[in-house]
């Protein structure tokens, strides 16, 4: 595209007049600020704000592609859940420390290594952001499976039962109740299942993955759903409280 200012030469610049006309929304105040639904128009927008050095409009866009949005009174999922590792790849190229650190987390929920989701930018990665990656993956990995020591995955869920009534204040069943005591299930002593969660959860160490997990369908059975439910809300509450929420 190019630009003509008075008598002056036309300059050339690289945006096209889409991106420019939705970065210049987050600058003059008659003018709609635009809320991306699309991540390459996203990315477009965020790269020449970073290469004009437009420190407020970097600012208010990182916090648009990293929040839930609200639209037709639906809350949707921030924008950079569509490709996290693009989005933490770019943050990066661009040296936007706050954006590259919120990505990081949302790349948990991902596999960094798939070939199916690997975009250009993602594809210029030096080793030692990939390493970055890798490293905190092992390390939300480590907490996770040190609070999930007694974890139904480890011991039988008839035990789990008592640790989760206990672990949370005696809130979530009273093991004395006549219900409790006559019910039974066969996957009391049954670990595969369980084992199989956790290494879900090891491939994606992250409150967003463990979430999406229904624990209650997995499980086949309301009464051990509903204690794993309750073990790993707890934990992703303590993982927040610890590293952020994202």
């Known amino acids: 595209m190019k630009l003509k200012v008075g008598n002056s030469h036309p300059v050339r610049i690289q945006e096209d007049s889409k991106t420019l006309q939705d970065l210049l929304s ?3 105040p008659d003018r709609q600020t635009v809320l991306f639904e699309d991540l390459d128009a996203f990315l477009n927008v965020l790269k020449a704000a970073a290469k004009y050095q437009m420190a407020v409009v ?5 916090e648009q592609v990293t929040s839930s949005r609200l639209k037709d009174n639906v809350t949707h999922q921030p924008l950079m859940y569509k490709d996290p590792l693009r989005v933490f790849a770019t943050a990066k190229h661009l040296a936007i420390e706050r954006l590259s650190l919120i ?3 949302a790349t948990l929920t991902i ?14 990665m030096s080793a030692l952001w990939l390493w970055e990656l890798e490293d905190t993956r092992r390390e939300r990995w480590k907490w996770l499976k040190d609070r999930c020591e007694a974890a139904p995955c480890i011991t039988s ?9 206990a ?4 809130t979530v069943y009273d093991t004395s109740s006549a219900v409790f005591s006559k019910l039974s299930c066969s996957l009391h002593d049954n670990k595969v299942t369980l084992a199989r969660l956790l290494e879900r959860i090891k491939e994606f160490p992250c409150p ?5 997990i229904d624990f209650h369908l997995e499980l086949k059975c309301s009464r051990c759903g509903d204690a ?8 992703c509450e303590d993982y927040e409280a610890k590293f952020g929420r994202v």
């Not at 970097?58 to 990182?62: D, I, M, S």
């Not at 967003?208 to 999406?212: D, G, L």
């Open 26 to 28: 987050y600058i003059y």
């Open 58 to 62: 970097v600012n208010t866009l990182t």
């Open 103 to 105: 990505t990081r987390e």
């Open 111 to 124: 596999d960094i290594h798939s070939k199916t989701i690997r975009s250009t930018e993602a594809s210029t």
């Open 157 to 165: 869920l008839y035990s789990t039962y008592h640790h989760v009534y």
């Open 167 to 170: 672990y949370l204040g005696g």
């Open 208 to 212: 967003k993955s463990i979430r999406e």
């Open 228 to 235: 794993a439910t309750a073990f790993f809300k707890r934990i």
